[in-house]
């Protein structure tokens, strides 16, 4: 049970504290509402060119990085197709080195041609470098677009292509952060030993003033429901041919969720799963196959993904896929194989909260949710999933007219 407590500043930045008197650190987590669901179509992988840019200097401080070094601090932040998140962590006794940064990039980033230059030239060569140079580094900007017809999650976080990022001008990045970076559109999460009457203080030094912006109302296109397979094959230098099977299942704030995670998990978690029995170790079709889930706010996917052993075609390694799924559909899950993948996911979940770093990022992510108390609520949930549940969403939804398979071919030496 993480305690915590939650208050909003005037400017509508929601604060959320939690004290850990176990450890002489604090991390500070801040979650920005946007993600790359909400870019333009035509102008894609803003979000995740802006967690780039907002290392790069602000209106006080042309070093991010040094400030908080210099404290003993160290920090990262990641993009996902929902949110933007930057993270912290320093020595307790140093926590308004850690608001005076946050605060200021959040005030204004100094929005120099060098640093967008910069931050520019990085983001074209990770995109060639991870999605285009990378053997199946393109399996997502090509399995997306084909599960995807109308929802932005048809695009990766990278972007669609890299001409959107290098056609950005300095009027598209000051629009994208003045519409998404405001203190109404963020949640920030405080653990560690500290005391919150003193983080409260801390918060309103430094974000109170940021003066809040207009909150725009999320219109996104609703994905219409797939009624037919689609199959697409690809060819590149890899090692391996591979397939990835994509069936679309419920956002992340259905209480269907929990079932559909404890299915990805019957299949590959671990060297007993289902998936990995038998068609790795007993057929060996496959020489690695993984399930899981997109995890997204929105509906997102469920995913099998596997490289085909050395000598076996396409066709049969799909068949032994189509088989396990077929079980699942067809025969009700035994209790205690279901009660070992519930055990085993909810001591993830308390691993995943060991340190402070993780509580503050979970609380933030249930805040955006609806109530950061569901951090508390989620054992209890997956524990509460049936079996009677796992084959009737199974049934219903691991159908091929649902699915979107692409065949990825080793090109032929």
């Known amino acids: 049970m993480i305690q915590f407590e939650k208050h909003t ?14 450890t002489p650190i604090a991390a500070m987590n801040i979650l920005y509402d946007v993600g790359a669901r909400d870019e333009d179509p035509d102008k894609t992988g803003f979000a995740h060119l802006f967690e780039h840019l907002m290392f790069g200097g602000s209106v006080n401080i042309p070093n991010y990085d040094e ?55 990085v983001v074209i060569e990770e995109f060639r470098q991870r999605y285009l140079n990378q053997p199946y580094g393109d399996v997502w900007l090509k399995l997306k677009p084909l599960a995807y017809k ?9 972007g669609k292509e890299i001409s959107h990022i290098e056609n950005a001008t300095m009027d598209d990045v000051k629009a994208f952060f003045k519409k998404h970076y405001l203190p109404n559109n963020a949640i920030l999460s405080v653990a560690g030993n500290v005391k919150t009457d003193e983080v409260l203080k801390l918060a309103e030094k430094w974000f109170g003033p940021i003066a809040k912006g207009e909150k725009k109302e999320r219109k996104l296109p609703v994905e219409p429901p797939q009624t037919e397979e689609r199959k697409e094959e690809t060819t590149a230098d890899v090692p391996y041919d591979a397939i990835y099977k994509a069936w679309h299942m419920c956002g992340r704030r259905n209480p269907d969720y929990y079932t559909f995670d404890v299915i990805s998990e019957l299949f590959s978690r671990g060297k007993s799963s289902r998936l990995y029995v038998e068609l790795v170790k007993n057929k060996k079709l496959f020489s690695e196959i993984n399930a899981y889930i997109s995890g997204d706010d929105d509906p997102g996917l469920l995913v099998i993904a596997g490289k085909v052993s050395e000598g076996i075609d396409m066709n049969t390694a799909e068949a032994g896929i189509a088989e396990e799924v077929n079980k699942l559909c067809s025969t009700v899950v035994d209790a205690n ?20 770093e993780g509580k503050a990022l979970n609380l933030a992510i249930f805040e955006l949710m609806g109530d950061a108390e569901g951090v508390n609520q989620e054992a209890e949930k997956y524990q509460s999933v049936r079996v009677e549940k796992v084959k009737e969403l199974a049934e219903k939804t691991l159908v091929d007219t649902n699915c979107s398979t692409l065949y990825y071919h080793a090109k032929k030496k």
Do not use: C
Request: proline share 3%; charged share 20%; no cysteine.
């Open 337 to 356: 194989e279901l009660q070992k993948i519930k055990n085993n996911m909810e001591a993830s979940l308390v691993f995943s909260e060991m340190g402070v």
């Open 67 to 121: 400030p908080l070094q210099n404290v003993g601090g160290e920090n990262n932040a990641f993009t996902s197709n929902d949110i933007t998140n930057y993270y912290l962590t320093l020595p307790a006794q140093n926590l308004e080195t850690g608001f005076w940064l946050e605060s200021d990039r959040m005030l204004s980033l100094a929005f120099s041609e060098k640093s967008l230059e910069v931050q520019r030239s």
């Open 150 to 158: 109308v929802h932005p999650y048809l695009w990766n976080t990278i």
């Open 9 to 22: 500043l005037s400017n509508g930045l929601k604060v959320i504290v939690h004290e850990d008197r176990s």
